[in-house]
């Protein structure tokens, strides 16, 4: 079955950075998953990490936190286990950052009309359905 994706939040800074970015092979489109933990929703990404330097392998490393705002955006679509695309949007290194620090920053989609119901059809006065 296919769904309709549609923008749940078009561009959202993660915070508590668990990963150096400069260095943890991050690209723009990377996929990404979402996680609840005890402090709210946590992002992970699947990155290649070889083995030895020669094997490859790919590794589940956890990136950070989503921020208040964006996290009650998200719960309604986590708590029903729909489907969700979430991609890397934009990279700030560390060498690059200014004061606030390096960033990073996702995109999530869903299916909006499972959290979000539809508006009731508007009849015209003096017409018959």
């Given at each position: 079955m296919q769904?309709?994706?549609?923008?749940?939040?078009?561009?959202?800074?993660?915070?508590?950075?668990?990963?150096?970015?400069?260095?943890?092979?991050?690209?723009?489109?990377?996929?990404?998953?979402?996680?609840?933990?005890?402090?709210?929703?946590?992002v992970h990404?699947?990155?290649?990490?070889?083995?030895?330097?020669?094997?490859?392998?790919?590794?589940?490393?956890?990136?950070?936190?989503?921020?208040?705002?964006?996290?009650?955006?998200?719960?309604?679509?986590?708590?029903?286990?729909?489907?969700?695309?979430?991609?890397?949007?934009?990279?700030?290194?560390?060498?690059?950052?200014?004061?606030?620090?390096?960033?990073?920053?996702?995109?999530?989609?869903?299916?909006?009309?499972?959290?979000?119901?539809?508006?009731?059809?508007?009849?015209?006065?003096?017409?018959?359905?």
């Open positions: 769904h309709l994706f549609q923008p749940i939040i078009h561009k959202a800074r993660l915070q508590a950075l668990a990963v150096n970015v400069g260095r943890a092979g991050l690209t723009l489109n990377d996929a990404a998953e979402l996680q609840q933990n005890d402090r709210g929703v946590g990404v699947l990155l290649q990490r070889p083995f030895l330097g020669v094997i490859p392998r790919r590794k589940r490393v956890y990136l950070g936190q989503l921020g208040p705002a964006a996290c009650a955006l998200v719960q309604p679509h986590l708590d029903r286990g729909g489907p969700l695309r979430v991609r890397i949007v934009g990279l700030t290194p560390e060498h690059l950052a200014g004061p606030d620090g390096p960033e990073v920053h996702v995109s999530v989609w869903g299916v909006l009309d499972n959290v979000i119901p539809a508006a009731p059809p508007l009849t015209q006065p003096g017409h018959n359905a």
